[in-house]
């Protein structure tokens, strides 16, 4: 009845006691200071034609509640669950509560964080589905996916029901009826005229009066997200901040090249970097640790393409294009994790020798 | 010198390093074992051929196995003895060896080399060769070998690091030997002929580092505490600032030379005592042992022998169970006195680990009175207690792990040793020898009181002893009054607890404290060393320590799928990609995993494991990895 069994294994046998679930849910706590926020600036929505409450909370939920119920049918099913009469059912889902890692919890709030305030909760729910049985089940679930699962279900959303949905999200081209919403967006006069709008600096930081997506107009809130993710070492400090201070010379290069001729504005580095999802994105899309590079070579490439890109495309589209930056850059990782390895340690002296012979 | 701080090198993870256990433990010299079996493979070449025959006489100090090619080494005997066997077993790590079988005849003579005095470069060379003398850090190079370099070198780096967890041989060594070890370390320097010695203290031995500081010609690095610190190519570079290249260079292709401080204390005792490499200091520690220390071991000792000299595995001592029922008159004052079970018992081994105790003639007595009943006779099949005429049975049985018993003499020897004292008042049962278990199973078959005399020796750890019971695998604790045994650890050897408790159903119920068990037995230190099954195997030139664990410590956890997250390569000390290794080794491309993994460079430290939040098996992919290219690499030859 004692178990006085020995464990054998392969060394070290002491482990860090740091675990997947854990890192989940502490990327889940980074989370809640942007739901939050996005509580408070988006609680009360006026359409003109009709109001809508509490679309944050709404969108949360179903997102959240689809991505796990997707991933628990998905594996269910995968499992095994129904065969032989469903007599596994049970074994099954104590097996699914095994392995149960709050990734979909963590694809279902940033789903939810970067949906406009006027998605309805159906588009959210088909995004959600698509996100976690498409682009993460089928690939193999947890840390197989090949990109990111809330950037493409964002972009399969934007395409799927840009117009009526997202005309406001954040997306400067198509703004005019982001002016049906409170604030107009920052991102469309950065885009559209080269200057800052209405908007100061200090309420684009704090997110009030911001139009945008639900999650992304509070840079504050994102930042305490940031700090948490950084103190419990989940994501590596530099990695946002390099993606974002490359992001916005890049943008202040080229509104320079394209409005003023030649006249480089460096005021307008932050108001590039806060309008828009790029800090959501920096810190919580860019940072997935499935899709992103594996090595720190690799993970130079992949921020500094990245923040180019996306202020390339932001400016010659017109739109909000982190998701799309992001599933570009997801499908290059593994090129570039197959030519960014580090030299091992002391490779070098050997290549020196190499030379002198 | 004053110590000066060292380089940086990126990587490397920094683990608990609990050496709090036996850091203040003295270097002890551990009693010689009645018998050894000394390994022939001491060293990392080729194992060395036997010179002796089985019943032959040896020597404390007298060849016994010659080396076979340059980089074996030669085997002395540890005891003064006889050659008993000498046969093929496998080792801890798996791999089968040849070991000599030699019985102690209680002799103390040597057979020590002549003292060298003010000896020159080639004396000491041969001398550190005739004495068999090998790296004692871990991998067990030669070291006549690794001071005869082909290129000529400038500098001798002494390792005390002593990155891993629990080890703290070398850091006693350092504090109690350090002027031997300076000794050795000039000597070895002489047989160099190079000037610079530089020794590297982590940071977490201050004591060691002031110890040092005073020796002019010593230059003190203190390093910053991380593992693996003491990984030769890291500790090149944190000292010297010189990279060491890809394998086959050697650090002597960057002009040093790297040797550990036990071996530096080993050389010293060649040199000065003519003493060969025939015992090491070792630890013992976890929160598993009862009394973590360091050992003075001789060579090939069998780790038992190493637990018992430290008390025991951390479990509790018992000295005594009485089982008093309640519900009879006719039992109400009787206790099961097994003081008088000594002379005349029998037990039995049985398959699963619980041993049979029977006792023929065993005397009852009743309460506050010394005259026994001669007429009343109970019989103890495999502790099991009952008395015949009324047929009421008391049931107990002794479960010990993860010892195997061979016989009876051990299960006497280790068991149940009963002895004669006359009851101490309420104490029924009083076992002389203290019986060293892990748990005590006891099947009460009616409602009665239990009461059980323990104590922990001189266990410095904090431990608690209760009954407790299973429910599936929950163990609920049923005592109020548990015993906290050594709550300060200060307790005197010889206090014993009493802990008892009034069964009111009959059912099966446990004795143990909670923290006791080892989940984990370990030889070597905890990133590195090997996991044992038992503790019938035998000590090496590189053993650095045994080690129990607990569960707490040890867990075994399951692989969850990678993240990609790649801390792994964060924190790789020799800037590798074991993820990539891993993935191509799962799917059986092992030069794709070799090519992207960088492998081949990889000093097996551990961190990657260590460091892998989805716990994956980093270690095993690149060990398979690395034989699979071995292979291949064979075949193209």
């Known amino acids: ?357 | 010198m004053k110590a000066v701080r060292g380089k940086y090198f990126f990587g490397g993870v920094h683990p608990n390093d609990r050496k709090y256990f036996s850091k203040a433990a003295p270097l002890e010299y551990m009693p010689e074992p009645e018998v050894v079996a000394i390994s022939t493979a001491q060293s990392l070449g080729r194992p060395a051929l036997p010179v002796v025959e089985i019943g032959q006489e040896v020597k404390r100090g007298e060849l016994i196995a010659k080396a076979d090619g340059p980089i074996s080494s030669d085997v002395f005997s540890s005891i003064c003895g006889m050659v008993e066997e000498i046969k093929e077993e496998i080792a801890a790590n798996g791999t089968v060896e040849k070991f000599i079988y030699i019985k102690n005849n209680g002799k103390t003579d040597n057979a020590h080399l002549p003292p060298l005095s003010s000896p020159t470069a080639e004396e000491i060379k041969a001398r550190i060769k005739d004495a068999g003398i090998v790296g004692l850090g871990g991998a067990g190079f030669p070291t006549a070998v690794k001071i005869s370099p082909r290129t000529p070198v400038d500098t001798l780096i002494l390792n005390g690091a002593e990155c891993e967890p629990y080890l703290t041989c070398d850091h006693r060594l350092m504090l109690e030997k350090t002027d031997e070890i300076v000794r050795g370390a000039r000597y070895i320097a002489t047989a160099l002929g190079v000037k610079t010695i530089i020794i590297g203290i982590e940071a977490n031995k201050p004591d060691c580092i002031a110890k040092f500081e005073p020796y002019d010609d010593i230059k003190v690095v203190m390093l910053k505490k991380k593992y693996p610190m003491g990984g030769e190519k890291q500790l090149v570079y944190v000292t010297t600032g010189r990279r060491i290249g890809l394998p086959p260079k050697l650090p002597a292709d960057s002009g040093v030379v790297v040797q550990n401080v036990a071996t530096a204390f080993a050389v010293c005792e060649a040199v000065e005592q003519g003493k060969q490499l025939y015992e090491r200091v070792l630890t013992v520690s976890g929160g598993a042992t009862a009394n973590p220390k360091n050992l003075w071991v001789k060579l090939g000792t069998k780790v038992q022998d190493i637990i018992d000299y430290c008390d025991g595995d951390g479990s509790l001592d018992v000295y005594g169970i009485d089982i008093t029922f309640d519900e009879s008159s006719v039992y109400k004052d009787i206790h099961f006195k097994a003081s008088e079970l000594y002379d005349n018992y029998s037990a039995e081994f049985d398959s699963d680990n619980t041993y049979t105790l029977k006792v023929d003639n065993a005397n009852l007595y009743s309460n506050g009175d010394d005259v026994p009943f001669k007429d009343v006779t109970i019989k103890v099949p495999v502790g099991y207690v009952k008395r015949d005429e009324k047929n009421s049975p008391i049931d107990y049985v002794v479960k010990k792990s993860p010892r195997k018993i061979e016989n009876t003499q051990t299960v006497m020897d280790y068991c149940v040793k009963l002895s004669g004292e006359a009851a101490i008042g309420q104490v029924g049962a009083k076992f002389n020898t203290k019986v060293m278990v892990n748990a005590i199973e006891i099947t009460v078959p009616t409602a009665c009181t239990v009461t059980v005399y323990v104590g922990s020796g001189k266990n410095k750890t904090k431990q608690t002893a209760n009954f407790y019971k299973f429910d599936g695998t929950l163990k609920t604790n049923i005592t109020k009054n548990k015993a906290n045994i050594n709550p300060d650890g200060s307790d005197a050897d010889d206090t014993i607890y009493v802990v008892s408790h009034k069964f009111k159903v009959a059912g099966t119920y446990y004795f143990g404290g909670e923290t006791a068990q080892p989940r984990k037995v370990i030889q070597g230190g905890p990133m590195t060393g090997v996991a044992l099954s038992n503790y019938d195997v035998y000590t090496h030139k590189t053993t650095s320590g045994v080690l129990l664990l607990t569960d707490a410590c040890a867990a075994a956890e399951n692989p969850t799928p990678c993240l990609n997250c790649g801390k792994c390569a964060d924190i790789c000390p020799m800037h590798l990609m074991p993820m990539n290794t891993e993935f191509y080794a799962l799917a059986g491309d092992y030069a794709a995993a070799a090519k992207y993994g960088g492998t081949l460079a990889c000093i097996e430290c551990g961190a990657c494991t260590y460091n892998c939040p989805a716990k994956r098996p980093l270690m095993q992919a690149i060990r398979r990895t690395k034989a699979e290219m071995r292979k291949l690499g064979g075949q193209k030859k």
């Open chain 1, 1 to 357: 009845m004692i178990d006085n069994t020995v464990v054998i294994s392969t060394p070290p046998h002491v482990r860090k006691k740091r675990s997947t679930k854990g890192i989940m849910g502490d990327v889940c706590i980074a989370l809640i200071p942007a739901a939050i926020a996005a509580m408070i600036f988006f609680w009360k929505v006026d359409l003109g034609e009709k109001v809508l409450y509490a679309q944050p909370l709404i969108l949360l939920l179903t997102c959240v509640f689809t991505c796990v119920a997707t991933e628990f049918v998905y594996f269910f099913i995968a499992k095994g669950g129904f065969g032989n009469k469903c007599k596994n059912a049970g074994t099954v889902c104590k097996l699914w509560w095994k392995q149960f890692d709050l990734t979909s919890v963590v694809t279902g709030m940033i789903i939810a964080l970067i949906l406009p305030p006027t998605a309805m909760w159906y588009e959210a729910l088909i995004g959600s589905i698509f996100a976690i049985a498409i682009v993460k089940m089928f690939f193999g679930g947890t840390g197989k996916n090949l990109v990111n699962p809330a950037a493409t279900a964002r972009v399969v959303m934007f395409l799927s029901f840009s117009l009526t949905a997202y005309a406001a999200a954040n997306i400067g081209s198509l703004i005019d009826s982001g002016e049906v919403l409170t604030g107009a967006t920052n991102l469309s006069y950065l885009l559209k005229e080269g200057h800052v709008s209405k908007l100061s600096v200090l309420d684009l930081f704090l997110g009030t009066g911001v139009n945008g997506c639900i999650g992304e107009t509070s840079a504050l809130a994102i930042l305490i997200g940031y700090i948490y993710l950084c103190v419990r070492k989940v994501i590596k400090w530099w990695q946002p901040l390099l993606f974002l201070t490359v992001f916005g010379f890049s943008a202040v290069l080229l509104s320079g090249f394209y409005f003023d001729s030649y006249k480089f504005d460096i005021t307008l580095f932050l108001p590039h970097i806060l309008s828009g999802g790029a800090v959501f994105a920096a810190v919580f899309m860019f940072t997935d640790y499935v899709t992103s590079p594996k090595g720190v070579i690799g993970q130079l490439v992949y921020y500094i393409a990245g923040a180019v890109l996306l202020a390339l495309l932001r400016f010659f589209t017109g739109l909000e294009t982190a998701s799309f930056v992001i599933m570009i850059m997801n499908i290059l990782v593994p090129l570039i994790d197959r030519y960014c390895i580090r030299k091992p340690f002391g490779y070098v002296k050997e290549k020196k020798q190499k030379e002198g012979k």
